[in-house]
């Protein structure tokens, strides 16, 4: 099976942003998304799409050569989707997983993709009430593209320990900091990606899911970092979806100098290290489970170190790229996610000041939304005490 992949302008970026149809009244899931949609599509904006549950949008981003573009255009989808949102009733919030609801109370998009996932997968696809963040990265040459992937899967449980923001499951804290990435990871071509030495064992691979009817197509693979081959990028999709336009714009600033940099090492003539499959599985439940205080394998030498330690570590080291690619402000913007904590743990601080009330973690992730950027912990503590 050939497997076209587009040409693509190096190190371009986009975004999709998974949100949260939430009612501020009751802090319940709102089922609104098709009149939302309408709506929006009625007036010719197409940065908002439709996804798997009516509760839930998509804030899609045009190409574009920076983040700060990137974010512009997040905040344009926000402007033209609230007021019909509000209309009704509803706002919007981040967050991987909504604290309290139930999955099987939440009805899937009335499009046949959706339809046939939930018939094939059954309750596993009716557990999918997830919500994540996808960042695209433009690659010039195909030929990097497979070692780029293999390379960033040494970071990748970084950006999902960043990122993490599900902690809560249909009421039940489960006690890990990304529980979306469990659950989205019982779909049958979710998780950690296949790592391939050429892009002829990707297409002989895709090949065979097609021929035996596991996918129709290779959109259908869901990896969490994954080649986008007819937008010409790679996709990271580990990422827990951000609670607030500033760790958006921080993540994706992060992902691109990754892509960027590895790109610059290939150029120089030099491998790129690679984990073998097993520390890829191992650092993913790691930071599914720990979040920030996850130890992570760092190399194929099998070092390991906190996640925070590295991060600071990439954050020096990317921040000549990040002046090149004019993101510098936004990669340094991850540094308040080191100071405030993750989602994760401001969820957890916010239901904690109110008697363990997982409507606390709803408000914080609403006020977030609002106010564009991560609460620190006296605000969280605040919000809490007024709620």
Not at 88 to 117: I, K, M, N, W
Not at 315 to 342: K, Q, Y
Request: charged letters at 25%.
């Amino acid at each position: 099976m050939s497997i076209a992949f587009r040409d693509s302008e190096r190190s371009t970026v986009g975004l999709e942003w998974e949100v949260q149809i939430v009612d501020p009244k009751t802090l319940k899931l709102g089922h609104n998304a098709k009149w939302i949609l309408a709506e929006v599509r009625r007036r010719g904006c197409s940065l908002v799409k439709g996804e798997m549950h009516q509760n839930m949008l998509e804030f899609v981003s045009r190409k574009r050569v920076s983040v700060a573009e990137c974010a512009a255009d997040m905040e344009e989808a926000i402007d033209a989707a609230l007021p019909y949102a509000e209309e009704l009733g509803v706002g919007f919030s981040g967050g991987g997983s909504h604290p309290f609801a139930h999955p099987s109370d939440q009805p899937v998009s009335e499009t046949a993709r959706y339809r046939e996932l939930v018939e094939r997968t059954r309750y596993w696809g009716r557990q999918m009430v997830i919500f994540g963040t996808h960042v695209h990265v433009g690659v010039e040459d195909r030929s990097k593209v497979l070692p780029i992937l293999k390379a960033l899967l040494t970071r990748t449980a970084h950006l999902q320990c960043l990122s993490a923001s599900s902690p809560f499951w249909a009421g039940a804290d489960t006690g890990y900091a990304d529980n979306r990435a469990m659950m989205f990871q019982q779909l049958p071509t979710a998780g950690a990606p296949e790592q391939f030495s050429t892009w002829e064992q990707l297409e002989s691979y895709t090949g065979d899911l097609v021929h035996t009817g596991v996918i129709e197509d290779f959109t259908e693979i869901r990896w969490d970092v994954r080649p986008s081959p007819r937008l010409g990028t790679i996709e990271v999709r580990a990422c827990d979806a951000a609670t607030n336009l500033t760790e958006l714009a921080g993540m994706a600033a992060l992902t691109q100098c990754l892509v960027e940099s590895f790109s610059r090492t290939l150029d120089r003539g030099e491998e790129l290290d690679a984990l073998p499959d097993w520390y890829v599985a191992e650092n993913k439940w790691r930071s599914a489970r720990y979040g920030m205080d996850a130890i992570l394998i760092v190399n194929s030498a099998g070092e390991e170190e906190l996640v925070g330690d590295t991060v600071e570590r990439m954050l020096t080291e990317l921040a000549p790229v990040a002046e090149d690619l004019g993101c510098a402000a936004e990669l340094d913007s991850v540094r308040t996610t080191l100071e405030t904590g993750a989602s994760y743990q401001r969820q957890i601080a916010a239901v904690g000041a109110y008697g363990g009330q997982r409507e606390a973690a709803v408000r914080l992730l609403l006020a977030e939304a609002r106010a564009g950027r991560p609460l620190r912990p006296t605000e969280v503590l605040s919000l809490a005490a007024k709620s």
